[in-house]
């Protein structure tokens, strides 16, 4: 039967605080990374979805969102900013949202507008009933199929890739299939995971090649989880069981977990995001095989062996970088110390969709602890170095507290390539390795040496197979083809002509 939506999202309402008062037209679903949770089957799902998400909360802070089922229709509550801030009002939420089953999502795009539209879960309703969806990672193929979907008459409400996938599932060619989802995923090119909530059910598919990580876990004598992080499942006491794989679709419904796999053996070819164990995911979490934290560890001492330093002391990037730091300073014996203190009460810079929030941002976010690094030989260990104008910043301050040498250590190769599979690296001009030369980024950075991990240094860390694992940022051997001349802001079509209160905030 057909459910009527009851969304309890303050989208449509124009007086509260996340309402959406126009809609955008950027078409801004390239290069994403976001953080999905779910829960079948448990009395505090929606609490739970909540912690969930908290501990995902460095996957994206732009916005935020849970949906859930009492077993026959969905509720949704989305909004923009971190998970704190969307439910803010606490249990009035809670209790409206309060049902058995439930998915969340955390959200980052990459575009410079960020808007209540495109938050999710994403609920609609077509000829089958209700579904929500929650999308990690970034379709290729998006524009291509709004084109001809658009040709035919469809009015898309959003400017996510994301919504193209709800066209996909409601075509009456489509929902006729055997396995209607499988046969929509097989038109999906590109990264995903995905979670979809059906009024009795949740799916939770990856696509063939893995990139975006998606995990299983159980609460002990409870209720099936899935998250983007294992880390989601600490915080709420549940125990890994495993990943999804890919190519695989996992349905979690009454009568347990269920696995079916909508494309051929032949189709599937791990390539997981090795970005996720370098920068993304969080320390406490297990992810392709290996608890990150440990991962990086691995890479530092691996950096040490390929570019020693002569310094004092080793002080990390914080926090990405500390644990590489660690394994630097453990492999190389120069002391390890905290010259750097991130505050924790702003975001993740190379999160932050426009460059003029990210310096501000580095100024509020690092501060130097004057005493270990003033007269010293430092060497600075960070995960990754993008654009770069955030690390010398770093480094000029560094210099201003006194440092006497500065060698710069990156647990990452020099990124050369934008990626197209949901990550933010916007453009290939914008990427400070495009183009120059160790020497000329050593100047750039302003530092007395530089030393990245070799790729084949950085393979020579992971647990699985080389092979298992897209590098394409760094050697620009893209897994699945893309179109190289298009970069996020050539999909925006339209001039953006309406706004809303985030705009407002946001303005120049
Ligand atoms: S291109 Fe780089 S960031 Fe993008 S999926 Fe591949 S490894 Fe990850």
Not at 328 to 345: C, N, T, W
């Amino acid at each position: 039967m057909k459910q009527r939506t009851k969304n309890v999202s303050s989208n449509n309402n124009n007086n509260d605080p996340h309402s959406i008062v126009s809609e955008c037209r950027l078409y801004d679903g390239i290069g994403e990374n976001c953080g999905l949770f779910g829960i079948f089957g448990d009395e505090d799902a929606v609490r739970k979805t909540y912690f969930g998400l908290h501990s995902l909360q460095h996957r994206g802070q732009e916005s935020a969102g849970i949906a859930s089922s009492d077993g026959e229709s969905i509720q949704c509550y989305t909004g923009m900013g971190t998970v704190r801030r969307v439910f803010r009002s606490g249990q009035d939420v809670f209790e409206k949202l309060s049902n058995p089953i439930a998915i969340g999502h955390v959200r980052y795009s990459t575009t410079g507008t960020s808007k209540v539209i495109n938050s999710q879960p994403l609920l609609a309703e077509y000829s089958r009933g209700q579904v929500a969806i929650a999308h990690n990672g970034n379709l290729i193929n998006a524009s291509l199929l709004r084109d001809e979907y658009e040709a035919y008459g469809s009015i898309f409400k959003s400017t996510s890739d994301t919504e193209i996938i709800i066209h996909l599932l409601a075509k009456p060619t489509h929902v006729s299939k055997p396995d209607p989802l499988g046969h929509v995923l097989n038109h999906l090119q590109g990264a995903y995971s995905l979670l979809f909530l059906y009024s009795d059910r949740i799916e939770a598919a990856r696509d063939p090649f893995g990139i975006r990580p998606l995990c299983i876990g159980k609460i002990p004598e409870g209720s099936f989880v899935v998250a983007s992080e294992t880390c989601a499942f600490d915080i709420i006491g549940a125990e890994f069981v495993r990943e999804v794989q890919p190519g695989e679709i996992v349905t979690l419904d009454k009568d347990g977990l269920h696995s079916r796999f909508y494309v051929s053996p032949e189709a599937i070819k791990p390539a997981h995001c090795i970005f996720e164990h370098i920068y993304f995911a969080k320390q406490n979490s297990t992810l392709f095989g290996e608890n990150v934290h440990q991962f990086r560890k691995k890479l530092g001492r691996q950096l040490a062996v390929e570019h020693p330093a002569d310094s004092d002391v080793v002080i990390p990037v914080p926090d990405s970088g500390t644990s590489a730091a660690i394994g630097y300073a453990e492999q190389s014996k120069i002391p390890f110390d905290m010259g750097l203190v991130r505050s924790h009460y702003i975001g993740r810079t190379f999160i932050s969709p426009e460059q003029r929030q990210r310096e501000l941002e580095v100024k509020l976010k690092l501060a130097i602890i004057r005493e270990v690094v003033n007269g010293k030989r430092i060497t600075v260990v960070d995960d990754s170095i993008v654009r770069g104008t955030t690390t010398r910043g770093k480094i000029r301050a560094l210099r201003e507290a006194g440092a006497k040498e500065i060698h710069m250590r990156v647990s990452c190769p020099p990124i050369r390539f934008p990626c197209f599979y949901g990550v933010d690296f916007p453009t290939k001009e914008e990427l400070l390795a495009n183009n120059r030369n160790l020497e000329q980024i050593k100047e750039f950075l302003e530092v007395d040496s530089i030393g990245y991990i070799s790729l084949d240094g950085l393979l020579s860390c992971t647990s699985l197979p080389a092979d298992h694992y897209c590098t394409a940022c760094w050697s620009g051997k893209y897994i699945i083809p893309v179109n190289t001349a298009v970069n996020k802001f050539s999909l925006e079509r339209y001039q953006l002509h309406m706004f809303d209160e985030h705009d407002v905030q946001n303005s120049p």
